[in-house]
Every structure is written in structure tokens, then in C-alpha cells.
């Protein structure tokens, strides 16, 4: 390897090093430093070999092995066919090396001119035959030794052949380990940070993988429930009506004459099932919304029309308790381009709640207005009871009411499903609902559908 040196670079190691040592700090894996170590030293006719210590959960601890070598390949093979094993099996332990004991307790470097025994000791207690094989082989003059520092301690040496040891080269060296140590130890802490940085990302799937599983259980149990509430109310619903039929063909006095404690009853027994058949097509409609969210059924429509069906449908509550209902749509506003039924499910279900939380002698304003981004918005203010800020959030979420623990329930309160069923809707059409409201003072709900401005005429 002494062929190798390149005596115009020799001549100044110093400077060279320092060169060298800069392009160190571009790497940031380890073994790739070494590399650079190695083949950096030899550029400067220095063969050398990087000893790494073994890594504990304490940091670095002696035995030494060699991590990385700057033989020929041809040197390499014929050294551990001389030794009769590859060089990184070979355990360098300082107990039976005085050269790296002295390292180790220095933590400075070392140099000895008595290369023949340093090669027994470097090459892990290698007999004196082989020992003389390889100093020959490998032309060892002197040997140079210099820690690479690892926080307080040791975790490499870094061994360097000199042929001819110059006084400036033991400096030159050692500040070149020093840069190596620095590199090295930069490395390692890009990673520990990659190793973080894993362990933190397959955390974080693993935990991902967990929610969307539990989700899924969660979606598919909702799923089931939502069958079952489709099919009890289903259930419920034939007899029921069956129930109310008869009641009322009672009443009409068709099937006889009825007496007054009779129709008393019968009246009773109609208003009961009518509150029973409301309840349950509530449920129905929640489930079917559901069960069928993807089918909605799309179409153009004037919105007044919309508006007119609804408070025509909810007169005669209104009338019974006197509760007025003024209605506008605003000049210019576009036709709804939405499932119609639905979206009258969404009107009713609020007019429904307005009339339901006024005072007898109350007002019910309705308006609408083309709204941005080819939308119409459709308001439905009340100066009834208001909500308190606190349930403003959670009105929306199914089955929620307003103080519902403990409270009695008036003889018109629902199953907390239409504000549900309503957001459901409207989200649905990629429209969006909001409500505002100022306790004893009224409250306003406030929803978007989509416009059918700039879209084709149905075929
Ligand atoms: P419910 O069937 O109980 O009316 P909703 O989902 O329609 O269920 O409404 C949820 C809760 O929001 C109601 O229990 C009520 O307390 C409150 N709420 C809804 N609309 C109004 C309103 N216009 N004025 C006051 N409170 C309202």
C-alpha cells in the first residue's frame, strides 16, 4: 500500500486533512462516513481502518471490530486468507492490546514505530508467523492510532499506516479525527431522529389502522340499528293505522250511532294514534334517510312553491294556536335544484320546531334568497323560547333535546330526530344548515341547497 502514496499531496497532510475533513460534514449516515475516513486518508497515501466499538443501550463499549478498511480488495483477501477469517468477525478486545488500552485511557492518539507487534495486536492476537506475513503484506512501518470521541467517551479508533512518520502527521491526523468524531456523531443523531421519526409514523398507522377498524364497527352497528328502527317502525306502523282507520270510521258514525262518553273516548283513542303514527314516520323517515343517502333524486323547482306546501300543511296547527306565518322569497332568487321531497322534509321539520317552541300568538317569518356560489338560502325565524348557547352545538346530533334529562315532555315534543334528519338533508345536497338564537328572544335556522342557475333543463 506504500506504492499508493502520492508524494505531492504528502507534502502538506495538514492542510489536506483539514480539506478532507470538511467534506466529511456533508454526510450524515455513518457507514458512509467511514468510507470517506478511509478512502480520504489513503488519497493522502495514509492506508487506514475505522475499529468501531459495539454498540449497548449504554452508549459504546470496547470490544472493537473493524468497520471499515482501506485495503485493495486484493490486500483485504489476502489478509483474511492469511488470518483464515473476514476481517469484521475479528473482535479487537483492549484487555489484550496494550496499544489500544493506551487509546482508551489517553483519549489521545498513539503512534509506535514497532508496526510487527502492533500488527499482532491489531489483527486480534494474530501468531508471530502471520503477524509477519501481513506487516509485510501490508508494508507497515508505523502505526498511528487516534480515539473517535463519542460524548465523554470512545466509540471508534481510527488506525492509520504512515510510511515514513513526518512530525506535522500525528497533528495532522488527530485533527482530522476530531472531524470525524464530529461527523460521526452528527450522524448519529440524524439516526436516532430517523429512527424517531419511524417509530413515531408507524405508531401513528398503527393507531390510524385501530380508529378506521373501530370506526367501521362503529358505522356498520349504526347501520344495523338503522335497519331495525326502519323495520319496528314499519312494524308498528300497520296496526296502527289500521287502529286510526277504525277510530275514525267510529267517529263518522257510520257503523252506528255513537254516545257522547263514546265519541269522548274515540276521539282520545284517534289523537293518541295520530301522536303514535307521527312518532313513528319521524323514525321512519330518519332511517330511510339513512338507509338511502346516495339516492337522492335531484330536479328543479320554484322555491316559493316549496315554501307554500309547507306552511299549507302546518295551518292547521297554526291557526289552533294562533301562531302567524308571513312568507318571502326574495326577487331574482333561482329555482332549487334539489330532491324536492326532501328538501320540503327539511322545511317542515323546521317550520314544525318553530311552531313547537312558540308561545301561543307567536310569529314565524320564512325567507329566501339566492345566496353565492349559485345557492339558495331559506330562513326560518321564530321569537319563541330561543336555545341556550351551551346546546347550541349539539342541537344537530341525533336523539339530542334540549334538557332532556329529567324534563317533563310537553304533549308536542318530538324524538329529537328532526334537526338530525334536517342536517342530514341538507348535507347531503352539499348545502349546509346554522342556527342563531338569543334565549326568550327567538331563534333563527338558516339552510343552503344548491341553485339550479346554470344547470341543463332535465331532458
Ligand atoms: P325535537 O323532536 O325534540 O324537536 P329536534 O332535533 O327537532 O328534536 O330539535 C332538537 C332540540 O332543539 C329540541 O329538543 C329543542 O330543544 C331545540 N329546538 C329546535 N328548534 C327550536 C326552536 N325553533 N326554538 C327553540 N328550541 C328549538
Redo the contacts with the bound molecule.
Keep these: 500500500m506504500a506504492r499508493r502514496v502520492e508524494p505531492r499531496r504528502r507534502r502538506e497532510p495538514l492542510a489536506a486533512l483539514a480539506l478532507a475533513g470538511a467534506r466529511l460534514m456533508v454526510e450524515t449516515d455513518q457507514a458512509a462516513i467511514h468510507g470517506v475516513i478511509c478512502r480520504e486518508l489513503l488519497r493522502l497515501g495514509f492506508p487506514a481502518a475505522v475499529l468501531e466499538a459495539e454498540h449497548g443501550p449504554a452508549g459504546p463499549r470496547p470490544p472493537f471490530h473493524y468497520a471499515y478498511t482501506a485495503f485493495a480488495p486484493s490486500v483485504q483477501r489476502a489478509t483474511e486468507r492469511v488470518l483464515g477469517r473476514p476481517l469484521e468477525r475479528l473482535r479487537l478486545d483492549p484487555e489484550r492490546s496494550p496499544l489500544l488500552r493506551r487509546v482508551l485511557a489517553g483519549g489521545r492518539l498513539v503512534h509506535t514505530g514497532r508496526a510487527l507487534a502492533a500488527a499482532r495486536e491489531l489483527f486480534g492476537g494474530a501468531s508471530d508467523h502471520q503477524a509477519r506475513v501481513l506487516y509485510r503484506l501490508l508494508g507497515l512501518r508505523h502505526v498511528v492510532l487516534t480515539p473517535l470521541r463519542w460524548d465523554q467517551g470512545v466509540s471508534g479508533i481510527l488506525v492509520v499506516a504512515v510510511a515514513r512518520l513526518r512530525r506535522s502527521d500525528p497533528d495532522a491526523i488527530d485533527a482530522f479525527a476530531l472531524q470525524a468524531s464530529i461527523a460521526l456523531e452528527k450522524a448519529r443523531l440524524f439516526d436516532q431522529l430517523r429512527h424517531q421519526r419511524a417509530m413515531l409514523e408507524s405508531e401513528v398507522d398503527r393507531r390510524t389502522r385501530e380508529l378506521t377498524l373501530a370506526m367501521r364497527e362503529l358505522q356498520e352497528a349504526d347501520r344495523r340499528k338503522d335497519n331495525f328502527l326502519a323495520n319496528v317502525s314499519h312494524e308498528l306502523r300497520t296496526p296502527l293505522v289500521t287502529v286510526l282507520g277504525y277510530a275514525d270510521l267510529l267517529l263518522s258514525e257510520k257503523l252506528g250511532e255513537v254516545s257522547p262518553r263514546q265519541r269522548e273516548c274515540l276521539r282520545t283513542v284517534a289523537s293518541s294514534a295520530r301522536r303514535l303514527r307521527s312518532f313513528i314516520e ?1 323514525l321512519l323517515e330518519h332511517s330511510r334517510h339513512e338507509l338511502t343517502k346516495e339516492g337522492l333524486a335531484h330536479g328543479p323547482f320554484p322555491v316559493a312553491d316549496l315554501l307554500q306546501q309547507a306552511a299549507r300543511s302546518l295551518a292547521p296547527r297554526l291557526h289552533e294556536r294562533a301562531v302567524s306565518l308571513r312568507w318571502r322569497v326574495a326577487p331574482r332568487t333561482p329555482q332549487a335544484w334539489a330532491d324536492r321531497d326532501r328538501a320540503l322534509q327539511v322545511l317542515t ?2 317550520l314544525g ?2 311552531e ?2 312558540c308561545a301561543e300568538g307567536g310569529h314565524i317569518r320564512v325567507a329566501a334568497a339566492p345566496e353565492r356560489g349559485a345557492r339558495v338560502a331559506i330562513a326560518v325565524t ?1 321569537d ?4 341556550a348557547p351551551e ?1 347550541l352545538e349539539r ?2 346530533d341525533r336523539l ?5 334529562a329529567g324534563q317533563p315532555r310537553g304533549p308536542g ?8 334528519i334536517a342536517k342530514n338533508i341538507v348535507e347531503a345536497h352539499g348545502g349546509a344548515i346554522a342556527v342563531r ?1 338569543r334565549p326568550g328572544h327567538g ?1 333563527r ?1 338558516r339552510f343552503t341547497l344548491p341553485s339550479a342557475e346554470g344547470r341543463a333543463p332535465p331532458a
Excluded at 413 to 420: D, E, I, P, Q
Design positions: 319521524e321539520n323546521l320546531n318553530a313547537r317552541y321564530d319563541g323560547a330561543g336555545i346546546h342541537i344537530f339530542y333535546q334540549v334538557g332532556d315534543s318530538g324524538l329529537g330526530l328532526g334537526l338530525a338564537s331563534t335556522f
